[in-house]
């Protein structure tokens, strides 16, 4: 990455200038306390370091620190100068044809680092009740969540995709009282759900159990045992929820079941554990954790007065079990409202003896649904606007897009009307056309031209073989043809690299397509000024070879978003 390249240039200047007693009076340089930045004006280079902050240890003005730690450089394929504390680097055509050589060269790997320190990684997400079908607040943890798995792949890590199926609580038992009125209505019985707004709390009157009922009669006697329903209702909505997962492009290795955890005994195993360890103590009938010890703000019941276990028991042996089955590293994406839950857990994790530290929890904002400049309120519990309508309204493509397009702690306001248009407005739009129009003049090189006065066709500009050889057999000396017009593109493409590793390192999504969005703006600027299809051959193959390096790296960075990226539109 040539940012890292020129500051660890610096860096080790710094190193030699100490070294040889150059630097005032410093005795010493921690590596990774510089930043690299782009300067403001750039015809002071294309890349700045600020050594201003050295002046407090050497005792000298920035610029003769400045100056200092330029001796120590030995400038190749570079120019180097000095403005204040600022050390501007300005490089040469050489370096921008070994970044697009690289991208020819790596093609689906490009970006991807090539040493990193490995995790084995268990990535928890969406995690739904098994009570209906998702509203979009579950879309955004789905689509944000496969692309963080996506990224982390790419990255290097192994990751693990497991979804949580909260199908212990009295919640299964509302889903079978719930379908047990929709069959009787069904059966033309005169039966409702409660008005009073306390009783209706305790259903899911929802249309979407109307089909289960349905469904249900077909295949069985009409039944008042409510837990043959509770099973049937689970089955047919968690089949539901895996459906439009797999539409979604959301591929879980795991489905992993709160029940089955009770049954296997594992949540009264960690409970002794936490006991046996001293954690524990009674009051008022209960049981209670001592996770104020570990930076919570109070002790938690784990066991109520009437012997049941609270919802952290569960949690406290599920997160026990995933570092059991041999994870490195634990990354759960929550809702901002189990923001209190944070502490509690990762306190129960120290208390048995395992590294807090390891567990990350990604707190993320919810989805306001925006439908003609009016928000659109949701909820299981009356008609609501689900994942699968939206889907169906704007497109596999749009609705992912925009859901990653901001960091998982903002709030995002989805505007429907605006992510069906076709224009540069739609961000998803954009960089997809840039794709397309990209495909298209590759297209257009290689294809005959058909003259519409007399029919005939001339020679296509070059041979697919041609093109092919061009990619294949890449000669750096090409690119020098347009690697002045095309330098900040080049640059731009070269980018993508500490992208992929800042976004993997922080866990963001939204960088990458803030990414794509600006080298699509870069590319169409640069297709609106320069000719790529031209008389000038050498010209011309310097320039698609830049579009095949344009085109890697967008299908790259889209396929870590799981957006699709068109040839044609």
């Keep these: 990455m040539l940012k890292d390249f020129f500051l660890n240039e610096v860096e080790d200047a710094i190193l ?41 240890s050497a005792k000298i ?26 050390i501007n680097f300005k490089i040469e055509n050489t370096f921008l044809a070994d970044a697009v050589a690289e991208i020819l060269a790596k093609g689906k790997e490009y970006g991807r680092p090539e040493k990193i320190e490995k995790e084995k990684i268990l990535l928890e997400y969406v995690s739904a009740n098994p009570t209906g079908p998702f509203h979009i607040g579950h879309g ?7 692309a963080l798995a996506n990224l982390l792949k790419f990255y290097g890590h192994d990751v693990y995709q497991e979804f949580y199926i909260n199908d212990a609580g009295s919640q299964i038992q509302k889903l079978g009282n719930s379908l047990k009125i929709r069959i009787q209505q069904e059966l033309g019985e005169k039966v409702d759900f409660p008005t009073d707004e306390i009783e209706r709390k305790n259903y899911y009157p929802g249309e979407y159990l109307i089909p ?100 952290l028991t569960a949690d406290i042996a599920y997160h026990a079990d995933k570092f059991n089955r041999g994870f490195d590293r634990l990354i759960n994406i929550w809702g901002a409202d189990h923001h209190g839950y944070v502490a509690r857990v990762k306190a129960s994790l120290e208390a048995l003896g395992y590294n807090p530290d390891k567990l990350e929890i990604l707190l993320g904002q919810l989805v306001n649904l925006v439908v003609n400049g009016e928000e659109v ?31 998982i702690d903002m709030t995002l306001d989805f505007d429907i009307e605006l992510a069906k248009r076709s224009t540069d407005e739609n961000p998803v739009f954009y960089v997809q056309y840039a794709y397309a129009r990209v495909c298209s003049i590759l297209r257009n090189a290689v294809n005959e031209k058909l003259n519409p006065e007399t029919g005939e066709k001339s020679p296509a ?14 000669d750096k000396n090409i690119i020098l043809k347009t690697a002045d017009t095309a330098k900040t ?31 699509a703006s870069e590319f169409h600027s640069f297709y609106n000024s320069n000719r790529v299809i031209c008389e000038d051959k050498e010209l011309m193959k310097s320039r698609l070879a830049l579009m095949v390096a344009i085109k890697t790296t967008l299908k790259n960075a889209l396929d870590i978003l799981a957006v699709s990226a068109p040839e044609k539109m």
């Design 140 to 146: 955004r943890w789905a689509a944000m969540g496969s």
């Design 212 to 311: 289960v009922a349905k469904k249900f009669l077909t295949e069985h006697e009409p039944t008042d045992d409510v837990q043959v329903l509770s099973d049937y209702a689970k089955k047919e909505m968690e089949e539901c929820q895996k459906k439009l997962l797999e539409e979604f492009r959301v591929h879980f290795d795991n489905f992993y079941s709160e029940l089955d955890l009770h049954k296997s005994g594992k949540v009264e195993e960690s409970y002794k554990a936490l006991m046996a360890k001293g954690m524990l103590y009674e009051r008022d009938g209960a049981m209670w954790f001592k996770s104020s010890e570990f930076g919570d703000d109070q002790d938690r019941v784990i066991k109520k007065a009437d012997g049941s276990n609270t919802y």
């Design 16 to 56: 030699k200038a100490i070294k040889e007693n150059k630097l005032g009076q410093a005795s010493e340089y921690q590596r990774g306390t510089l930043i690299i930045e782009k300067p403001k004006n750039p015809d002071f280079g294309d890349f700045a370091v600020n050594v201003s902050s050295l002046a407090r």
């Design 461 to 474: 500009p070059i041979s697919k073989e041609e093109l092919d050889d061009l990619v294949k057999n890449f």
């Design 489 to 519: 593109l080049i640059l731009k493409l070269e980018e993508f690299k500490s992208v992929i590793v800042l976004s993997a390192q922080n866990r963001t999504v939204y960088t990458i397509c803030r990414y794509v969005q600006e080298l």
């Design 61 to 86: 003005a920035p610029p003769m620190i400045a100056n200092a730690v330029v001796e120590n450089l030995s400038p190749k394929n570079y120019t180097v100068s000095v403005v204040g504390g600022f």
């Design 377 to 407: 309120r949701m909820g299981k519990r009356k008609n609501m606007v689900t994942l699968d309508d939206l889907i169906e309204e704007v497109g596999i493509d749009a609705t992912r897009y925009w859901m990653e397009m901001r960091n």
